[in-house]
């Protein structure tokens, strides 16, 4: 079923706005799954793609829950939104790391969170990822800033799944350039042949096709501090709240290029600032957001109106 074909008037939702190739719907993730626009699209989403509210230790404007409750509450969505995937279809969800308040240690909830979607979901985990930005403020400020005893936190988790363990996916749509030491190799089709340190043995011809680029790794840099963006420029016209945990428009690129084709649908269950739906956009792929909070929405208009990419109909 076609995202911009399904039902507009679901119960408990309601149309935000659209696009050629997608919808903003605001309301909660429970009530799209409850919704006949959600049991319409069960089997139809080849990517699910989000950052649900991080485990913080404080409570947000954007409806971060706390402790077990927040564990019990992403565990409980697993199945509904494996539901909505496709047979090949993954579930890519980027978790935050926490801290336990008062204390310089780690909460271990983002990683029981993930245990529970594997379990509760059936999912498989097909890779780990870690998004890197070099230029995230140092964080947690009382033990990096203060006391001076740890670190800052610099990257958070990305985790792939998927209830097939061959789901769709091909690395040659998300290749890099190569680096000019391998443009090298390639031009003079020579190579250090011979046993490495770890035994294995590289042929006189090894790695030397040229295929366009590199594998990238498991590692995405992206530094995710733009301040003049589409987005940006518009909530400053519109007096409207700049939403306080935007994703890199990077990384949602990234894994519906991986993951995806043309016309494939990919939902954001959290859609916050409608990043992964402006990007689906732009990569012409059909997308559902879901958002409860109207000043968010009101703002990710932004990045349709002012990127000159599509109009906005409301």
């Known amino acids: 079923m076609s995202a911009t074909k399904a039902d507009r ?39 699910i793609f989000t950052s649900p509210p991080f485990p913080l230790n404080r409570k947000k404007k954007y409806g971060n829950k706390t402790g077990d409750e927040y564990l019990e509450w992403l565990a409980s969505l697993a199945s509904p939104l494996g539901d909505l995937l496709t047979e090949d279809g993954s579930l890519v969800v980027e978790l935050g790391n926490a ?23 059936g999912f498989h985990l097909c890779q780990q990822f870690v998004a890197y ?23 958070t988790n990305v985790w792939w799944m998927s209830r097939t363990t061959k789901p769709k996916a091909s690395n040659k749509k998300v290749l890099t350039p190569y680096s000019p030491s391998m443009k090298k190799l390639l031009k003079r089709q ?27 790794p498991n590692v995405l840099k992206i530094s995710n501090t733009i301040s003049t963006d589409s987005y940006r420029a518009y909530c400053r016209s519109k ?41 689906a956009e732009s990569l012409e792929r059909q997308w559902i957001a879901i958002e409860p909070q109207l000043d968010y929405i009101e703002g990710s208009k932004g990045r349709f109106i002012l990127s000159g990419r599509q109009s906005v109909a409301a």
Request: without cysteine; charged residues 25%; glycine residues 10%.
């Open 133 to 155: 930005n070099p230029a995230r403020l140092p964080s947690p400020a009382q033990w990096v800033n203060v006391d001076r005893i740890r670190v800052k936190d610099a990257y």
């Open 9 to 47: 008037k679901p119960k408990g939702l309601r149309l935000a706005y659209d696009t050629d190739h997608g919808a903003m719907y605001q309301g909660s993730i429970e009530a799209f799954i409850e919704s006949s626009l959600g049991h319409g699209l069960k089997g139809e989403a080849q990517l």
């Open 99 to 121: 801290w336990v308040p008062g204390e310089p240690v780690m909460s271990t909830l983002a990683l029981e969170a993930l245990l529970q979607i594997l379990k509760k979901g």
């Open 239 to 279: 007096k409207l709240k700049v939403h306080p945990a935007r994703m890199a428009p990077e990384l949602a690129e990234f894994f519906i290029k991986f993951l995806t084709d043309k016309d494939d649908l990919v939902i954001d269950p959290f859609g916050g600032s409608n990043t992964t739906g402006a990007t």
């Open 190 to 216: 020579g190579y250090n042949a011979g046993h490495r340190p770890s035994e294995h043995k590289i042929g006189e011809t090894s790695f030397l096709t040229d295929h366009g680029g590199a594998i990238p």
